[in-house]
Structures are given as C-alpha cells and as structure tokens.
C-alpha cells in the first residue's frame, strides 16, 4: 500500500517549541506570516514561520479558543475553573488591549458575521459582540434566542446564516440577520467537536 507520505506531500519546516503545557488554539496570519499559539500555561505566543517566538504575552488564563477578524486578535481565555470566560481583544495596529465579559463560562468558539464577533460557551449562550466606533470599544449587542441547552462547542457562518454545534449532537441553523433559530438537527449522538 502507499506510505502516508505519497497522500500528504508534506515535510516539517519548523518545530514552535516553548509552551509549558498543552496547545489549546492555533491561528495563521496570512497577511503577517504569523502564527499565534494558545495554551493552557496562561500564554498567546506569536511566532514567524521560521519558528521563532517574536512575542509572548501573558493572558491570566488557559486560552481556550482564537480568532482573528477585522485587525483583531480574540483569544477566549478562562481565569480559573469553573470562572465566567473573557474574551481578551487585542487591536493589531495600536496593540491596545479590552476585555469582553459575559459568558458565565469558558468561551469554546468564536467566529464573525455582518461585522460583529460571535461567541459559543459553555453556558449554553451564542453572544454577538459589534465595535463602537466612537468609544473604540466592543460591546455587547445581543444573543441568539431560542438556543441551545448544552455547551456550544463551534460556530460557522455561511452567507446569512449561523450553523452551531452542541455538546447533546445538536446542530442548530440561525438567521444572522434575526439571530433566530430556523432549523435544529440531532446530527450526533455526542458532542459535535467542529464544523466546516
């Protein structure tokens, strides 16, 4: 039979060592040639494709998920078990940092639609978050209603709609533009991991 190699032509370039405990989240910067690690040794990495760690910051917390939309980096971060999540934001021309409160858990993913950012948790919550121009801050602007009653585990956006996966197998189709549920599968018997 062919050996791995001939399916997946591809060879290690560089090995990003320095996290002192598990890799929890990944982010490619095309545009940069970054990279950005997340870990649960309470560090952000950010790394050239040559494998050198140019930056690390310090989060306060086990990164769960990261994201990257519109000049921002989100990293959803948990302080300590059981503690509500934040959303930590970092603004990639001014490096200012803000926090987004309140899921009263982890945040287990995020993505982005009709230009604000949407989180899933552990609380069952999907959360829209828009920045404000005028205070240059994101805020809060709503939740998608009718939801789920376990974990939301992943989120994709496809042209207007919002597809969710839970922790029960449930998939759930949203309107973005209503942020109301039109449709929910039981696609799984356990949790839905992620969605493409």
């Known amino acids: 039979p062919p050996s791995n190699r001939e399916y997946f032509p591809f060879r290690v370039v560089a090995n990003l060592n320095g996290h002192e405990q598990a890799v929890t989240a990944l982010l490619l910067d095309e545009a940069q040639n970054k990279i950005y690690s997340g870990s ?9 494709l040559d494998g050198q760690c140019e930056s690390t910051l310090q989060t306060g917390g086990s990164v769960t998920c990261l994201y990257m939309e519109s000049g921002f980096v989100f990293a959803a971060i948990l302080p300590a078990p059981n503690a509500p999540g934040i959303i930590r ?4 021309a001014s490096g200012a940092q803000m926090d987004l409160n309140g899921h009263e858990s ?15 948790g ?4 999907i959360r829209v978050w ?3 121009q005028q205070s240059q801050i994101f805020k809060e602007t709503g939740m998608f209603q009718g939801g789920h009653s376990c974990a939301v585990q992943c989120l994709v956006v496809e042209r207007q709609y919002l597809i969710s996966g839970d922790w029960q197998g449930n998939v759930k189709v949203w309107d973005t533009g209503s942020m109301s549920a ?3 599968l039981h696609a799984h018997d356990n949790v ?4 493409l």
């Not at 982890?106 to 899933?120: D, K, P, R």
């Open 40 to 48: 649960r040794d309470n560090t952000l990495r950010i790394w050239n």
């Open 89 to 92: 934001v970092w603004s990639m």
């Open 106 to 120: 982890e945040v287990l993913c995020m993505t982005a639609a009709n230009g604000c950012l949407i989180s899933g």
């Open 122 to 125: 552990r609380d069952s919550s």
């Open 130 to 132: 828009a920045f404000d």
């Open 182 to 184: 039109i449709q929910t």
């Open 192 to 195: 839905i991991m992620n969605m």
